[in-house]
């Protein structure tokens, strides 16, 4: 790894660093020198958690956050700033979805549950991803370090999925609110503080396996379709996200903003012919 690649000295927190994917971009950012936090509701899951995530650098730490609480947001930033340093690095890895806000062959499109298709919103958009932008970016911006924010989109943005009808909605906001905030930061404030996103294709995750595979683990039929249509023929490790990850990290991508990086396998780049 040069030495553009390196995180050392720098500050990295990961909302949603509990989850299989934020857990393996943790420990990336820690394999890369960064000092790293990953946060959640629990103070006693989050650092059970960041105690058992494996790194070949420094330790990974747990603090209490929890995104719908702004004060929670505040006091986190407050603690990790004077404990460690600034946060120069923000991974946005909160999100998920809900099957109430899912069709299915027993729930159409016009029986979805509007407080489930709100809570998918908040939860991937205006809290997951928004709160702690607003409270960190700015901290970024007042330390006058700079820093590099990475949200974390999906393949139901790009290329609308069947029945995930709220999750998808969800997660193209999360990439146009990429975009926007890339610019804004740069053109208002300032040039150092880099917005972009990863946009993984299929992995297997607490929220999307009861869609994958079934009670046996066998993949359900949605589960080989999608195998079907991704070229490499599988599904991502939660690995396959670290490289990018800390390419959008590091100074290697300094000149990179306003960018939407999918790791899908070539799911997207496949049209089915």
Sequence with gaps: MGNSWRLNGRVALVTGGTGVLGR??????????????????SAERTGVIAAE???????????????????SILACEARVSAELGP?????????????AATTSADRSFFELDHDALARVIDLNLSAGLMQPVQVFAKSMIDHGQGGSIINVSSMSAQRPLTRVAGYG?????????TRWLAVHLAREYSPAVRVNA???????TE????????ATGAPTERGRSIIGHTPLGRYGEPDDLVGAVQWLASDASRFVTGTVIPVDGGFSAYSGV
């Excluded at 995530?53 to 603090?63: A, K, R």
């Excluded at 990863?198 to 297997?204: D, S, T, Y």
């Excluded at 929220?207 to 079934?214: A, E």
Aim: cysteine-free; proline content about 5%; aromatic content about 6%.
């Design 53 to 71: 995530i494996p790194t070949t650098g420094l330790p990974v730490h747990g603090v209490a956050m929890d995104v719908f609480d702004r004060a």
């Design 24 to 41: 393996a971009m943790a420990a990336g950012l820690a394999d890369a020198g960064a000092q790293v936090v990953i946060t959640g509701r």
């Design 87 to 99: 946060v120069s690095i923000l991974i946005n890895a909160v999100g998920g979805n809900d099957p």
């Design 198 to 204: 990863v946009a993984p294709g299929f992995f297997l």
């Design 207 to 214: 929220q999307n396996r009861y869609l994958l595979v079934d």
């Design 169 to 177: 909605a969800a997660k193209a906001a999360v990439e146009n609110f």
